[in-house]
C-alpha cells in the first residue's frame, strides 16, 4: 500500500520550502550593497553605461515588481540570463550539472558501499579490530577538511611517484580518463561521507540487533547471515537513508570544493568563477538550482523511506 | 551531588565554598571519565592560548618577508618552513589560528543564543507559532550549508563580520530546530507537570526547569558546531571569499595563492591544514566526550 495522501502532502511541503529557499535567494542577491551595476562595471564607469547596465538587468524596476517577475520566470523554468554571455542560465548551469552529478553520485556511492557494511560489522562484533580502528577513523574523516584532503591526494601522488591525473575528459567520450580523475576527486567527498554513514549504520544496528525480534530471529535456528541482512539490515536502513539526504547537502557544498581544487568543469567552477566575474545572476541562478536539486532529492529520500517503513506515515 | 554533604568535612573545603568544590569536582569526574575528551581540551587550550598570545607566542613576525629563505623547507629554526615570500610559516600558522578560532568561537555563541531562544520559545509554547518556525527553519535547511555563505558572502562582500553572519544563518536554523525537538520532550516530563501543578508560571517553568535540561544538548552541540563552523570558515577561505588579506587565514594558506609551490615545498600544503584537521577533531572528540558524560540517553549517537 502506497500512502498517496502523504506523498501528496511531502510534496506540496517540498514545493513551499523551495520557493522560500529561491526566494531567500533572490533576497540575498537583492541585498548588495550599492549599486549591483557599478560593483560589475567597477570604478571607471560611465554613468550612461551604468544606466544601461542597470535597465538591462532591470535593477532601475522597485524590488516587490522585480521579484514578482523573476518568480513567474522562476516557475516556467526561466532563470534570466548571464549578464555577459546573455545565455541563458538554465541552459549554461545545464552543461555543466553531468560532472557534478557524477562527483555527486560516486561519493554517494562510495559512502554507502565503504560505509554501511563497516558500521554494520563494526556493530556485529563490538570490540573487535575493525570496531577500534572505526570509531576514530570515522571522526578523523569528519574532521579532515575537504580541501586538505583533496590537495594531499593531488600532491603526495605528484611528489612520491611524480604520478599527476590526466586532465578532464567527459564521461562518454573517454570513460577510462574520466574516471582516473573522478574517482580521486569524489573521493574527496566520500571519505567524509563515509565516516558518517558508518557511525550512523553502527549505532542503528547496535540497537537493532538488540530487539526482540532478532533474538526470536536466532532462536529460530536462522543463519547469523540471514538475520543480520533480512532483518536487522532493513531496520537500520531507514535511519542511514535519513542521513543521507541530510548530509547530501554537505555533499552539494563538497562539489564545490572539489571541482576548484581539481579544475573540473561543474556547477560549482562556473559559480566561483561568475563570482570572481561579478556575474550575479548566474550565481543567484546557481544557489537556487542547488536549492532545487537538494530538495529534490530530500523528497525522493523522504518518500523512499516511508515506502521502507509504514510507521513513519502515520507519526 | 546529593552525596555531597556527606562524604566531605567541611573544614576541607577550600576559600570559595561549595560552588567553587562543586565546579573542580565535576572537572575532576570528567577528567577521570573522558581522559580523551580531556585531552582534546587541552589541546584546544592551548590552540586558543597560542591565538590569544600569537605575538609572544610566535618566533618571528607573520608578515616579515626573509628573502634569503625563499620556500625552505622545515628546519629547527623555522619548523614548518618557509614560503614563497620567505615568510615563517609556523608564524603564519599560529596567526592563521587568531581568525579561525574567532570565527568558530563567534558563530558558536551567537547560534547557541539565537537557537536556544528561538528553540525554546517555539517549542515549548507550541501552536501556530511554532509551526510557521518549523516550516522557516526548514526552508533555511534547505540550504546547503555551504553555498548559503557562498551567496551570502558574495552579496555583502568578504569581511571577517560579513563571513560570520553568512555562516550563522545555517547554523542558527539547525541549533534552534534540535533544541526545539529537546524541548518538546522535556516539556512533557513529569516533573515540568509536577512543577505546574505547584503553581510555577510560565518564565519560572522555563527558567528553572526547561532551559537547565536543554543545557546539555546546547554545550555538545556548541562543541561540535565549533569544529564545523571552523571548516566552513576554512572552505571559504579556501575558495577565496574568506576575511581578506593580509590576516593570515589556514583556508587561504591553501588556496590558490600557494598552491603552485605545493609541489616543490609541499610543507606549504601540510601544515596550515593539518592544524586545522586537528583542531576540528579535538572539537568533536570533546563534544562526543561531553555528550557521553552530560547526557548518558545520547551515548552513540
New interface residues.
Partial sequence: MVAWDYIAKRLLFAF???L??SS??FF??S???GDIAYRMLGDFATPKAVAELRQELGVDQPVAIRYVEWLGNLLRGDLGGSAYSQEPIVALLSRKLDVTLELAFLATMMGVVFGVPAGMLSAIRPGSWLDAFLRPAS??G???????VG??LL?LP??LWNYAPPRFEPLLGSPLRNLQLMVPASAVIGFAFMASISRVSR?TM?EVVREDYIRTAFAKGLSERTVVFRHALRNALIPILTLVSLQ???L???T??VE?IFSLPGLGQQ??AA??TRD?PV??G??VF??LV??TV?LVLDVATTVLDPRIRFA | MTSIEGTTPAGALPYGGWREWRVRRVLIGFVRARPLGAVSACVILAMAFAALFASVVSPYDPNLKNTALLLDGPTLSHPFGTDQLGRDVLTRVIYGARITLFIGLAVTAVSGGLGLAIGVTSGYFGGRVDRITV??L???????????A???V????SSVLNVILAVLVGFTARVARLIRSNVLSVRSTAYVDAARATGATNVRLLVRHVVPNVVPLLIVLGSLNF?VAM?VE??LS????GPPPPTPSW?RM?SSEG?QF??SA?WL??F???V???A??A???LG?ALRDHLDPRLR??
Avoid: E, H, K
Avoid at chain 1, 569528519?142 to 586538505?148: K, M, N, R, V, Y
Avoid at chain 2, 579556501?238 to 571569499?241: N, R, S, T, V
Fill in positions: 513551499a520550502t523551495f522560500i529557499a531567500a535567494a540575498i542577491m541585498i548588495i550593497p571522526i578523523l569528519l574532521a579532515a577538511p575537504s580541501f586538505w590537495l594531499l600532491l605528484s611528489t549505532t547496535l547530501f547537502a554537505a552539494l557544498g563538497g564545490v570544493i576548484q559559480a566561483i563570482i570572481n550575479y550565481v543567484q546557481f544557489v542547488m536549492v537538494y530538495v530530500n | 516550516m522557516l526548514d526552508a533555511m535547511m534547505a540550504f546547503p550549508g555551504l553555498i548559503l557562498i551567496a551570502l558574495t552579496a555583502l562582500g569544529g571548516l576554512g572552505s579556501f575558495l577565496g571569499l583556508g591553501l598552491q605545493f609541489r609541499p600544503g601540510i596550515p591544514g593539518l586545522l584537521a586537528v576540528v577533531f572539537f568533536n572528540l562526543d552513540g549517537s
